[in-house]
């Protein structure tokens, strides 16, 4: 049998980025729950930007910045910063929530905003583009008997989970008006990801109903 390079490439790099997925989700999801354990009895404050530092140049030349932010415990003043680059700078006094420790307030981490949402958020994406790409695939070259209204269904629902995580990610909370305070108009793309993803998936739903009457 002849060997086909092109398809051994494309097979090689989706599964390296279903592996890199995999991994980004594993770590994601272990953190996530480890700082949920850890700050179940901690207590919550409104931090308000304050400034910000560069967290990475990278060889294009493109910025992240660490973002900073203060809060109030006890009567006393307290800075946290993001432990992941941001490209954007929210305007000044824009909130985000803040979980402290209360024996200890300099102890705390922001609502969303750390590393661990971060791992989640690209994990999906390594995970599930490739995998909804591999069921298409499957679907038009007719080697899956999937019907069109689970591809759309599908298509929907990855719109909605990537676009709440980036909400999630923006402003610590799944609503959007948190991140809004948050981030600013910004937050209007991932909330349109939202919205097109619960009219797809409902639509598909109301077609189905409707097909079968």
Known sequence: MKFNFKKAVIIILFASALLVGAVLLFFG?????????????????PGYFRDYS?????????????LKYVYYAGGA???????????????????RTVLYEPENPENAV??????????LYMGVLFTFA????????????GKTKLNVKTLDFTAGLILFVVGELAIYLMGGSLW?????????????IPGLMVAVGILQMIKTVFVSVKEKK
């Open 29 to 45: 999801i272990k953190e996530s729950v480890a700082i949920a354990i850890k700050t179940k009895d901690w207590f919550d404050a």
């Open 54 to 66: 560069i967290y990475n140049v990278n060889s294009d030349g493109e910025t992240t910045y660490r």
């Open 77 to 95: 003043e307290y800075f946290i910063e993001t432990d992941y680059g941001s490209e954007i700078i929210p305007e000044i006094d824009s909130v």
């Open 110 to 119: 922001l609502k969303g905003g750390n590393s661990s949402a971060v791992y």
């Open 130 to 141: 490739p995998i909804f790409m591999i069921i298409c695939w499957l679907f038009v070259t």
């Open 176 to 188: 959007i008006g948190n991140a809004l305070k948050a981030m600013g108009i910004v937050v209007l």
